[in-house]
């Protein structure tokens, strides 16, 4: 379903205004001398006091915490001005989110060494303690799309491991719980306007306050329109979301009774890889001497890395075949969820010394998924064009002249048919030959689709291939607790709680590929056969700029249905100064999916077209569309358990320490993918995949916490076990393999299926400081350092490799036996440094101004842990700076300047290959994701 956010949001400045009508307060204005200092407020004079509600089954500050957690209150928020959900989630240590270099939605980030498989798969995100979407790793639909903070997020929390694993589906890694702002006892609002150099307007709101002495109100939201930080041309992310809740306490407060509504109808592109080029290697990277890429040394390939993309006005607008005919598909709808969100909740406290709680919520809605990657194709014009003559005019025609056979759809019209009589001689003629004699095309031509003019020999042309997605997805998550205090050698709080849910998830994802020049501003080219003069021989072999615009992709029906129920018992004693977390988990998921990959290639030629002809395509002739359904059902069950313990030395200082061991029922990703797993054999029997994966954790910590110093200080080792892996190889000892010319003909060879697992065991450390000196008024100086060694375990599996002359004429095969043990997984640094200085003049000087900075630094990461084309991509750093002025108490300025040394690096990349080289040979070329270029943002905001 689409439709337009002013439906349900402001656009304009008087964003506020609209809110304000939905609140009639029972008192007066308050000013904010007069407010209730927040718990924030509070921590500033004693770090003691930072309350956190994730991860407990009752409120507990930091500090007391017998698990990894970390916080950022709205002010935090504010001050880092991230981009992205993943922008922010880079500022908690362990979590590396790659820069949020994909745009504002669909980033990929990894917890404490676990491997990159893309989304949030170990780092599902919570909204007050409910998932946003029951499953976080959902292909098309990454768990950030329902994330939008703005100024109703009072602070987010994240988790790592321990009771995230117990209390929380999917907490295997860390568990984020983005927290909203509700209504207090008197009237608070605010208003923020928000512009950037890139055509960036963003404007939100909130209003919260009583509504009569037990009902308390809040509601909010945001809406943006972007040009997009890299330059498309058109207007690249717009919309937002409105939220609200409302909230009910007895007079004895003793029950409470809570409503919260979230809208959301946003737009946000999506950016991917680069083409880039480095200095010429003449050998494969191996993991002894990988290719190590030096910064200085890499070049854009016509598209400037800072603000450059392939989107632009000329390829916005593509057309794509399939089962429902033709459709144009739009770029700028980009990452497009428009999703409605219930949540009812509720507490109450018994007579008898028990407490009921449940929160019950319900996501529907629909994703679009319009992105598009760049293949590593670059190419001169010359090249490509005499590629494509190559291979789709002449490469198919002597296979079929032996055949006597010019029916094809992509032969005709650009071959003379012989006469019948001169089959005979076909065997003996030579494909040179034989297209001198019959053959009318003499090349391939490219021509821009926006004017028709001839593409010139100086230009570079590449593939881009399109991944378009249309998702259906619905979640209904239901969380009912008991809990009970008791004494026994200490006060115990056992928390009993059944939780249960049911998602569907219905994705429609296809494929495309297009021709493209690589430009600032890209245009899309079609291809068609010439003669010796420049005239059209037969067919075009593209349309509209696509040589296949319809090519792969799945079409899914996927319905999980999850029980689970857990204990936790956090028990004081010794004064309260020792405090244990002791919890279990079982959990279940019955999946049933029906899974129809696009493998039905389907000739789509119009009727009425005169195949051959010049108002013909080849384009359309194989088409993939839905075949035969790939089913499963099956119900996977997982137990895990965690024990931790927090012992107290004195007011600031506590150690702790956490042992766990959690699971992850099998993601959408996972029953998508087992639903063909039974289509593959091994020793002719259906493949048998382990899809529960496991983690063990053990982690011990300091806390130093005073108001002129503070010190987190862990250390935790993970052994992750994921689910079975298959690797399919050619089995070219099988007597099936045919032969030509005492060569293996390698595509008649039965495929070998073999399992094995990825796993990753990692040691690592995480520090936070925080020092604020005596001698210096308003000086802060905080950070965090991650220091870790993750490395691959079992991931050993057998590769056929071809055997080339010198000329790079296939001779033959061997097997190659590859170990990733020992190796670093992909995408994974092993040292992250984020140091943030601040300084409030203030406090020093009277003067209503704070300065601040951040220096984020990631080390080298390899693109891959294969032992093939080892590649590693260098560490980068980012400075980030800004000021905030307050006029008044109620009125302030904010200004971020983002990557301020316009640092140029690259968040991930592909593996480099020697025999991939520049469009002149003399460099070597690939595709990367670079950083944002500098970008300034300024803010004015007014809150009471």
């Known amino acids: ?121 170990f780092a599902p ?22 994330i939008r903070d703005d100024l109703m997020t009072e602070s987010v929390e994240v988790v790592k491991g321990g009771p995230g694993g117990i209390l929380y589906s999917n907490g295997l890694g860390a568990t984020v719980n983005h927290i909203t702002r509700t209504g207090g006892d008197r009237l608070a609002g605010g208003y923020k306007v928000e512009y950037a150099d890139y055509g960036f307007l963003r404007q939100d709101a909130f209003l919260s306050g009583p509504l009569t ?27 937002g979301q409105v939220r609200g809740n409302l909230v009910y306490t007895s007079n004895d407060r003793k029950t409470t009774a809570r409503v919260d509504a979230l809208l959301i109808n946003d737009r946000t592109a999506f950016y991917q890889n680069l083409p880039i080029s480095v200095p010429r290697f003449e050998k494969s990277g191996t993991p002894a001497n990988p290719t190590s890429i030096n910064q200085d040394s890499i070049q854009p390939m016509g598209i400037d890395f800072a603000h450059g993309t392939t989107a632009s006005p000329y390829n916005r607008r593509f057309n794509m075949l399939g089962e429902y005919g033709s459709r144009t598909i739009d770029q700028a709808d980009g990452i497009h969820p428009d999703f409605k969100m219930l949540t009812l909740s509720g507490s109450q406290e018994l007579d008898n010394g028990w407490k009921v709680s449940s929160g019950l919520r319900h996501t529907s809605g629909t994703n679009g998924f319009n992105a598009v990657f760049t293949g590593n194709d670059t190419a001169s014009s010359a090249n490509f064009l005499n590629a494509r003559y190559q291979n789709d005019v002449i490469s198919p025609a002597h296979g079929a002249a ?19 009589n001169a089959c005979a001689a076909f065997n003996n003629i030579s494909r040179e030959d034989f297209i001198k004699k019959y053959g009318k095309a003499s090349g391939v031509q490219g021509r821009y689709l926006n004017d028709g003019s001839a593409v010139p020999g100086s230009a570079n042309l590449n593939f881009m291939i399109p991944f378009i997605a249309e998702v259906d997805a619905s979640s209904t998550s239901l969380d009912l607790k008991a809990q009970k205090t008791f004494e026994l050698k200490g006060t115990h709080d056992l928390t009993f709680g059944v939780y249960k849910s049911r998602y569907k998830y219905a994705p429609n994802f296809q494929q495309a590929l297009l021709v493209s020049d690589v430009a600032p501003q890209s245009r899309l080219v079609d291809l068609v056969a010439v003669d010796a003069q420049g005239n059209q021989v037969g067919p075009s072999l593209t349309q509209g700029g696509a040589i296949l615009p319809g090519w792969g992709g799945f079409v899914s029906q996927i319905q999980g249905d999850g029980n689970a129920a857990y204990l936790l018992d956090h028990w004081e004693t010794m004064g309260s100064k020792l405090k244990m977390d002791i919890g279990v988990r079982w959990q279940n998921l019955k999946a049933d999916v029906v899974r129809r990959d696009r493998d039905a290639i389907t000739d789509l030629t119009p009727s009425g077209v005169i195949v051959g002809s010049t108002g013909d395509t080849t384009a359309d002739n194989e088409i993939s569309l839905p075949g035969n359904p790939h089913t499963l059902k099956k119900t996977y069950h997982g137990f895990g358990w965690s024990i931790g313990g927090n012992y107290s030395f004195s007011k600031p200082l506590a150690v702790y320490a956490l042992a766990s061991d959690s699971f ?51 250390v935790f080792y993970n052994n992750f076990s994921p689910r079975s892996s298959v690797n399919i190889y050619k089995d070219i000892a099988s007597s099936q393999c045919a032969s030509q010319g005492g060569v293996t003909q390698i595509n008649s060879c039965p495929d070998v299926a073999q399992l094995y697992k990825r796993g990753v065991r990692n040691v690592g450390t995480e520090v936070e400081l925080t020092w604020r000196p005596s001698a210096i008024d308003g000086l802060e100086l905080k950070g965090n350092v991650v220091l870790q060694n993750p490395k691959v375990t079992g991931a050993t599996y057998t590769m056929t490799q071809e055997d080339k002359d010198a000329q790079g004429v296939i001779e033959g095969y061997h097997y190659l036996q590859i170990s990733e043990d020992g190796r670093r997984p992909r995408r994974l640094p092993k040292v992250m440094v984020n140091f943030m200085p601040s300084y409030d003049l203030k406090a020093a000087t009277g003067l209503p101004l704070s300065l601040y900075g951040q220096f984020q630094y990631y080390g080298t990461r390899f693109s891959e842990a294969s032992d093939n084309n080892v590649t590693l991509y260098p560490a980068y750093h980012i400075i980030n700076a800004g000021a905030q002025y307050q006029f008044t108490e109620r009125l302030s300025m904010h200004l971020h300047v983002a990557n301020l040394t316009n640092e140029l690096s690259f968040t991930e990349g592909d593996p480099l290959f020697n025999d991939l080289l520049s469009p002149d040979g003399s460099r070597n070329r690939g595709v990367a994701r670079p950083l944002f270029g500098r970008t300034i943002r300024a803010s004015l905001s007014y809150m009471f």
């Open 213 to 239: 002495p037990n009902l308390r109100a809040a509601v909010g939201g945001f809406y943006r329109r972007s040009d997009g930080v890299r330059d498309t041309g058109y207007t690249a992310d717009r919309g």
């Open 125 to 146: 995100q919570l909204i007050d303690g409910l998932p946003a979407y029951e499953e976080p790793e959902a292909p098309f639909m990454n768990n950030d799309v329902f």
């Open 664 to 714: 992850r029922l099998p993601s959408l990703q996972d029953l998508n993918d087992l639903s063909t797993a039974s289509a593959t054999l091994v020793n002719g029997k259906p493949v048998e995949v382990s899809a529960v994966e496991k983690i063990r954790q053990y982690e011990v910590g300091l806390r130093y916490l005073t108001r002129g110093f503070g010190a987190s200080v862990a």
């Open 1 to 121: 379903m689409t439709y337009s956010i002013t439906r349900y949001i402001c656009r304009s400045a008087a964003l506020a205004i609209c809110l304000a009508p939905a609140l009639v307060f029972a008192q007066q204005q308050a000013s904010p001398a007069e407010t209730l200092q927040t718990t924030q407020e509070a921590a500033a004079v004693d770090p003691n006091a930072v309350v956190v509600v994730t991860g407990v089954t009752r409120t507990t500050t930091k500090k007391n915490a017998t698990f990894s957690i970390n916080t950022l209150n709205a002010e935090d928020i504010q001050r880092l001005a991230p981009m992205s959900t993943a922008d922010l989630l880079a500022n908690f240590p362990g979590i590396y989110s790659e820069g949020g270099s994909a745009g504002e939605a669909s980033n990929n980030i990894t917890v404490r060494g676990l491997p990159a498989t893309g989304g949030y798969r």
């Open 402 to 420: 032996l055949n006597c056979n010019l029916s094809n759809a992509k032969l005709v019209g650009f071959f003379n048919v012989p006469a019948n």
